[in-house]
Nanobody, 123 residues
Framework: QVQLRESGGGLVQAGGSLRLSCAAS????????MGWFRQAPGKEREFVAA????????YYADTYKGRFTISRDNTKKTLLLQMNSLKPEDTAVYYC????????????????WGQGAQVTVSS
């Protein structure tokens, strides 16, 4: 198993940047696809980005392409999400997740979750 903990959320003005970090403990994360999801109040959890096991491929939801960058460091067991040009509609709780099998953008198929980090973007 792997345990995940997010950090780096907060309040930022529109147009600003934030970087979310996810620290993993337990098993090596080489075995997992790692990703970020978000959930706004009253809405379903949705896919943001994912990184393949050895960081050689990244997946993004169309909404975040060009603004967000996902990366991972398997040695440090860390997953990052650099968020630029933030908009008020990016406000949500952001979750780090790990998946044992192949990549999927459906949150229901992911296996491990962090507790979430609040990101609030003011207009």
């Amino acid at each position: 198993q792997v345990q995940l903990r997010e950090s780096g959320g907060g309040l930022v003005q529109a147009g600003g940047s934030l970087r979310l970090s996810c620290a993993a403990s337990g098993r090596t994360i080489n075995n997992y696809v790692m990703g970020w999801f978000r959930q706004a109040p009253g809405k379903e959890r949705e896919f943001v980005a994912a990184a393949s096991r050895f960081n050689n491929y990244a997946y993004y939801a169309d909404t975040y392409k060009g603004r967000f960058t996902i990366s991972r460091d398997n040695t440090k067991k860390t997953l990052l999400l650099q968020m630029n040009s933030l908009k008020p509609e990016d406000t949500a709780v952001y979750y780090c997740a790990a998946k044992e099998r192949e990549y999927s953008d459906s949150y229901r198929s992911w296996d491990y979750w962090g507790q979430g980090a609040q990101v609030t973007v003011s207009s």
